[in-house]
């Protein structure tokens, strides 16, 4: 009796086996949901913008355009009371544009109380540095305008104006007057391509395709060429004439007294002169107290350089051939 119990206890436990395991391996089932207290992955949300395709690379997925989150921080001012820059425009250069009603009246984008800062004829020592601190000190942006030359003559001066994040255009290779009767066509072209040239060389990278003529002197066919580069022209809405201004004090009255009546406008000054670094720091406060605002221009791209020019300014700034002269015959000792 008790064999025959302990078969059938046998069996039973042999069935429940059996029928547990093809309960969980043949019989369709709902699969179990997540408990509550564990978070759904939230689910991924695609660009709408299309993605180039590329021959070397699957696309599975859009991918996200750069957030302000994951953009540079912006570097803290440590002036709280300083001048700033109110906003920052692109300039898309293609086909020329011009700016500055002085001699173009096409592109009225300045609103008013604003103005745009620029420096014609650097970089200069003691003069340009002086700038670049009453800018920095105020926490504002300019575009400068180096001559070729000077460029060539002081590159860690203009290296500095870069660092600072201003603009940087030309200004010619040695500031000649591109509409003089006896300028050609080809003369005015080499002034232009060489003075971006040496900027660039003096920066390592490609300038803005921002230019401003000598003397404001606009040559038409000088101005037909730089439209064929899609190079933007500067004129300016005020000119602070600060090369004949005695003191700092004339350029400040100069510029505060024909703003005041504009309401806006492009300023020309130069970082060349003394009376102008001197002036700055004044102008500028002065620029705050009036209500004014700095608007920054910039390229949307920037200037492409013609190697011929690139490689011709190089070739020109290279020091002459060490002499192959013995030491002995070109020093002797004459006396100990």
């Given at each position: 009796m008790r064999n025959a119990f302990g078969l059938m206890l046998a069996s039973v436990v042999t069935a429940s086996v059996i029928a547990a395991v093809w309960f969980f391996t043949a019989s369709p089932r709902v699969d179990v949901a997540a408990p509550a207290t564990v978070l759904a992955p939230p689910p991924v949300t695609v660009s709408a913008k299309p993605v180039?395709?590329?021959?070397?690379?699957?696309?599975?997925?859009?991918?996200?355009?750069?957030?302000?989150?994951?953009?540079?921080p912006k570097a803290a001012c440590a002036n709280p009371n300083a001048l700033g820059v109110s906003r920052v425009v692109e300039i898309d250069t293609t086909g020329?544009?011009?700016?500055?009603?002085?001699?173009?009246?096409?592109?009225?984008?300045?609103?008013?109380?604003?103005?745009?800062?620029?420096?014609d004829d650097g970089p200069w020592p003691a003069n340009t540095p002086a700038v670049l601190k009453a800018l920095a000190d105020e926490c504002?942006?300019?575009?400068?305008?180096?001559?070729?030359k000077h460029a060539t003559y002081h590159p860690e001066i203009l290296r500095q104006v870069a660092a600072a994040g201003h603009t940087i255009g030309a200004?010619?290779?040695?500031?000649?007057?591109?509409?003089?009767?006896?300028?050609?066509?080809?003369?005015?072209?080499?002034?232009i391509e060489k003075g971006f040239s040496a900027v660039?060389?003096?920066?390592?990278?490609?300038p803005a395709p921002?230019?401003?003529?000598p003397e404001l002197q606009h040559g038409p066919a000088a101005m037909a060429y730089l439209g064929t580069r899609n190079v933007a022209i500067f004129s300016c809405d005020l000119d602070s004439f600060d090369f004949r201004a005695k003191?700092?004090?004339?350029?400040?009255n100069t510029v505060m007294t024909k703003l005041d009546k504009l309401g806006k406008g492009i300023i020309l000054m130069h970082d060349f002169q003394k009376h102008t670094a001197e002036a700055l720091p004044t102008l500028l406060s002065r620029l705050k107290a009036g209500g004014y605002k700095v608007v920054q221009m910039k390229a949307k791209t920037s200037l492409q350089t013609l190697p011929e020019y690139d490689d011709a300014l190089v070739k020109d700034m290279k020091l002459p051939v060490a002499s192959t002269r013995p030491v002995g015959s070109?020093?002797?000792?004459v006396s100990e």
């Amino acid at each position: 009796m008790r064999n025959a119990f302990g078969l059938m206890l046998a069996s039973v436990v042999t069935a429940s086996v059996i029928a547990a395991v093809w309960f969980f391996t043949a019989s369709p089932r709902v699969d179990v949901a997540a408990p509550a207290t564990v978070l759904a992955p939230p689910p991924v949300t695609v660009s709408a913008k299309p993605v180039p395709a590329r021959d070397d690379v699957e696309v599975t997925a859009a991918i996200p355009e750069k957030t302000a989150a994951s953009a540079p921080p912006k570097a803290a001012c440590a002036n709280p009371n300083a001048l700033g820059v109110s906003r920052v425009v692109e300039i898309d250069t293609t086909g020329g544009p011009g700016f500055g009603f002085e001699h173009f009246k096409q592109l009225d984008f300045l609103a008013d109380k604003e103005v745009v800062l620029t420096f014609d004829d650097g970089p200069w020592p003691a003069n340009t540095p002086a700038v670049l601190k009453a800018l920095a000190d105020e926490c504002t942006r300019a575009v400068f305008f180096p001559i070729g030359k000077h460029a060539t003559y002081h590159p860690e001066i203009l290296r500095q104006v870069a660092a600072a994040g201003h603009t940087i255009g030309a200004h010619t290779w040695s500031h000649a007057n591109l509409n003089a009767k006896k300028m050609t066509d080809q003369q005015a072209k080499d002034e232009i391509e060489k003075g971006f040239s040496a900027v660039k060389l003096a920066l390592g990278t490609a300038p803005a395709p921002f230019f401003r003529f000598p003397e404001l002197q606009h040559g038409p066919a000088a101005m037909a060429y730089l439209g064929t580069r899609n190079v933007a022209i500067f004129s300016c809405d005020l000119d602070s004439f600060d090369f004949r201004a005695k003191d700092a004090t004339q350029i400040v009255n100069t510029v505060m007294t024909k703003l005041d009546k504009l309401g806006k406008g492009i300023i020309l000054m130069h970082d060349f002169q003394k009376h102008t670094a001197e002036a700055l720091p004044t102008l500028l406060s002065r620029l705050k107290a009036g209500g004014y605002k700095v608007v920054q221009m910039k390229a949307k791209t920037s200037l492409q350089t013609l190697p011929e020019y690139d490689d011709a300014l190089v070739k020109d700034m290279k020091l002459p051939v060490a002499s192959t002269r013995p030491v002995g015959s070109v020093v002797q000792t004459v006396s100990e």
